[in-house]
């Protein structure tokens, strides 16, 4: 049997927490995760915003650090509606979803909607530049969480905070 949808690797693991400090804090005193880099992703800088089939802005504050040659993302809603709040209520804080970072963004999100995968949130435009994409699909049904796909922008904005502060 050969994969409906062959990854090469995945590159990011998503955890969803309430409160943003809070959790980069547990973190990196319990476990020595960090530095994390903040950032908040929303109208003005994300463009082209999209929540469950239709045009919607959300905002998030995102913290992200490399372990191991993952990327460690944690993932708070500022406003809504998002998949993030869903979460939330449905499960509390915890494994959101899995990350691949594609190369044809819009080929492997029309991919995957072939394959009967539901895009359930995304965003375009978040770079530095004006690039990078990431879109969100329910494959929760096969894998017990969402998987993203994501184009990285040539270079990210400078981060709003570091935690720990240097």
Known sequence: MSARFPI????????VVRDLEAAMR????????????????GPGLVKEMTYRGRRQDF????????????ILELVES??????????L?????????????????????????ALGYELIQSARRYGAYGDGC??????????????ELVAIPRERIQPQAVYPPA
């Open 134 to 147: 990431f879109a969100y699909f329910d494959t929760t049904a096969d894998l017990g969480l969402i998987l």
């Open 89 to 113: 209520a449905a499960h509390g804080e915890g494994i959101h979803h899995l990350m691949t970072i594609v190369e044809d963004f819009d080929g492997e999100v029309a991919r995957f909607q």
């Open 26 to 41: 547990r973190y990196h005193d319990l476990l020595g995760i960090g530095p994390w880099r903040v950032y908040t992703y």
């Open 8 to 15: 090469g690797h995945l590159d990011q693991v998503g955890i």
């Open 59 to 70: 905002t998030m504050r995102i913290a992200l650090t490399t372990l191991n040659g993952w």
């Open 78 to 87: 500022v406003d809504g509606p998002n998949i993030y709040e869903e979460f």
